[in-house]
């Protein structure tokens, strides 16, 4: 009776093609959707253009400009709110509409309340009056009837903990950051992934069983050709479930997502929602 020994005939390795294709599908799959580099959050030229009357002592143009720019729907980070609030208060402060200046004032600090005005470039008199609004902030914001002004108020980044989320549970992350469609896809894709590698150890096994088992040349070699389809099986979804448990994870820690910079209408205020994409 022929018997061939399992040692002498391993499966050959995953061709170089399937790797490639499971290196794209996790290089694509772990910046999915989005990058911040192609979601711009606003117009730094539009924002500079600020500066840029107010420095050319055309204060009016500077006001009109960032107003439009707060109220044309863009999203903001936090440097980009500072300095239009910044800009928008000391040109109202030169036009002598002190009360204005008095309310960007106030948004600027509820964005940063340790915020310092630069000597160098701030007049001596505004300084001050920056430094008495200042003082008055903190009364200000636990105040009943005042001052109207936006004031922003900054939620918890919520990717480090999407990130230990999707670790344990890959798409958790993703729902933990109301990300529902990415926590489908992503944690669907390697649930399913992961079953496939389950279904073709099982398959793999039994396969391996069955070569041990053939004596006759044509029985072993079906039995390996199974073998050796079943393992080539099982280590495409191995390769596939690590590739997206990682995109996973990636995801969770590092996509850019939005969240609001601001939810509070002062007494006799206007309600404004800004998004900052994080």
């Known amino acids: 009776?022929?018997?061939?020994?399992?040692?002498r005939f391993q499966p050959a390795p995953p061709s170089a093609g399937l790797f490639s294709i499971f290196f794209l599908t996790f290089t694509f799959s772990l910046f999915p959707f989005s990058s911040p580099a192609l979601q711009a959050q606003s117009s730094t030229a539009d924002i500079l253009q600020v500066k840029f009357f107010y420095d050319a002592v055309e204060f009016e143009k500077a006001i009109?400009?960032?107003?439009?720019?707060?109220?044309?729907g863009q999203t903001f980070a936090p440097d980009e709110l500072l300095f239009l609030h910044r800009y928008l208060a000391l040109s109202?402060?030169?036009?002598g509409q002190v009360d204005s200046a008095r309310t960007h004032f106030l948004s600027l600090l509820s964005v940063d309340p340790g915020y310092e005005l630069d000597p160098v470039t701030v007049s001596p008199k505004i300084i001050d009056f920056f430094k008495d609004i200042k003082k008055d902030y903190q009364a200000?914001?636990?105040s009943g009837p005042g001052p109207a002004?936006?004031?922003?108020v900054f939620v918890e980044d919520l990717r480090p903990g999407a990130a230990w989320r999707s670790m344990i549970l890959p798409g958790w992350g993703q729902f933990y950051k109301h990300q529902k469609?990415?926590?489908?896809?992503?944690g669907g894709a390697f649930w399913g992934s992961l079953l496939g590698t389950g279904i073709s150890l099982l398959q793999e096994s039994a396969a391996r069983d069955k070569y041990l088992e053939s004596s006759t040349p044509e029985e072993i070699e079906r039995a390996y050709s199974d073998y050796d389809r079943w393992h080539k099986t099982r280590q495409a979804f191995t390769i596939a479930?690590?590739?997206l448990w990682a995109a996973a994870v990636g995801?969770?820690?590092?996509?850019?997502?939005s969240r609001a910079s601001l939810a509070a209408r002062p007494e006799g205020g206007v309600l404004l929602t800004l998004q900052i994409q994080f």
């Open 251 to 257: 995801d969770a820690l590092w996509s850019p997502y």
């Open 64 to 72: 009109s400009t960032g107003r439009e720019i707060l109220s044309s």
């Open 241 to 243: 479930s690590a590739a």
């Open 1 to 7: 009776m022929m018997r061939m020994n399992l040692t």
């Open 92 to 95: 109202y402060y030169n036009i």
């Open 149 to 152: 002004y936006t004031r922003y």
């Open 181 to 186: 469609t990415r926590g489908y896809l992503l």
């Open 140 to 142: 200000l914001a636990g």
